[in-house]
């Protein structure tokens, strides 16, 4: 039920994509196809590496979390999504709203960092490849990997407690298929350059601070690489990190694109592709490029499935 103006607001209309409601079937069955595209992938990238002796290596350890992680945010969002396009729009309560964002927000700002520490791991086995196997150790790789989940749940609080230190008015309608933190804002009853301002801030030491370390870190790689003397050992070198520094670049290229620039003057239909970008497409890029672009993964794959038809047929 929608209430009226100056109202606190207790529940959301989301809106999904109303201007295509028209094509809402086969809106429909292409995200549900890369739904279930995404988490085939990434759950195939967790069992390869959970099974396969050979990728215990701490470059798949992080890569595992980074599938969680995807996993985690397309869950959240994509199912609710694709019940707004066939309904044409979706109720959600405040409390359902925040618990969305909470979600999403973690796992996303958990793989900002995951992609931080392969890149520091990336760095370490090229800059600094003769102490490699002392200093990331089992240890050390358990510990990055809680620290990146703890900060991306502690940088989402902060988040969460910025939104309800706001009362939140009606109208109680989001143009967006879920619930982010710029549309969630903008029906806050006070300032809205001071809301701006405070997200911009906030996503400075999540999003800007890790990227430039990335950054950082691909110089001191491409520095080494070309200090090798042999050709194929500096395409050796560097087909180990061009995964991730294809992922790292759409990733954040998007999210930079929908959270450090000021959103006042774009369109609704921008704002919405960018976020369908990291939200469903990077999600499925990451185990197709993993997987495409990997040739230690592809043989465990030949290998898992090399097993499995011997079994069937035995």
């Not at 729009?89 to 964002?101: F, N």
Request: hydrophobic fraction near 50%; proline fraction near 3%.
């Amino acid at each position: 039920m929608l209430l009226e103006n100056q109202t606190t607001v207790t529940e959301f209309l989301l809106l999904g994509f109303p201007a295509i409601h028209n094509f809402k079937s086969l809106l429909f069955f292409i995200f549900l196809l890369l739904y279930i595209f995404t988490l085939a992938g990434n759950v195939l990238i967790i069992v390869l590496v959970s099974t396969s002796h050979q990728l215990h290596t701490p470059m798949y350890f992080f890569l595992t979390h980074l599938s969680l992680s995807d996993i985690l945010l397309t869950t959240d969002i994509v199912p609710n999504m694709l019940y707004a396009i066939m309904a044409e729009g979706a109720v959600i309560s405040l409390a359902g709203c925040i618990t969305q964002y909470f979600l999403f927000s973690v796992s996303a700002t958990a793989e900002c960092f995951l992609l931080t520490v392969m890149s520091y791991d990336r760095y370490l086995a090229i800059c600094n490849s003769l102490r490699y196997s002392a200093i990331m150790d089992l240890k050390l790789c358990y510990q990055l990997a809680f620290w990146c989940w703890f900060l991306g749940f502690i940088g989402t609080l902060n988040m969460v407690i910025l939104i309800c230190s706001f009362q939140l008015c009606n109208p109680n309608v989001i143009d967006h298929f879920f619930c982010d933190i710029t549309p969630l804002l903008e029906h806050s009853c006070s300032d809205r350059v001071i809301v701006d301002t405070v997200v911009f801030f906030l996503g400075v030491p999540i999003i800007i601070f890790p990227f430039v370390f990335i950054i950082f870190t691909y110089v001191c790689i491409a520095l080494t690489i070309l200090r090798i003397s042999s050709s194929i050992g500096r395409q050796k070198a560097f087909s180990t990190c061009s995964s991730h520094l294809t992922i790292v670049c759409t990733y954040y290229g998007t999210l930079i694109a929908k959270y450090m620039v000021p959103s006042k003057g774009q369109s609704l239909t921008v704002m919405k592709i960018t976020s369908l970008l990291y939200t469903v497409i990077t999600p499925l890029f990451n185990p197709i490029i993993y997987t495409l672009r990997n040739t230690e993964i592809q043989a465990s794959l030949w290998k898992c499935m090399r097993i499995r038809i011997q079994t069937y047929f035995e």
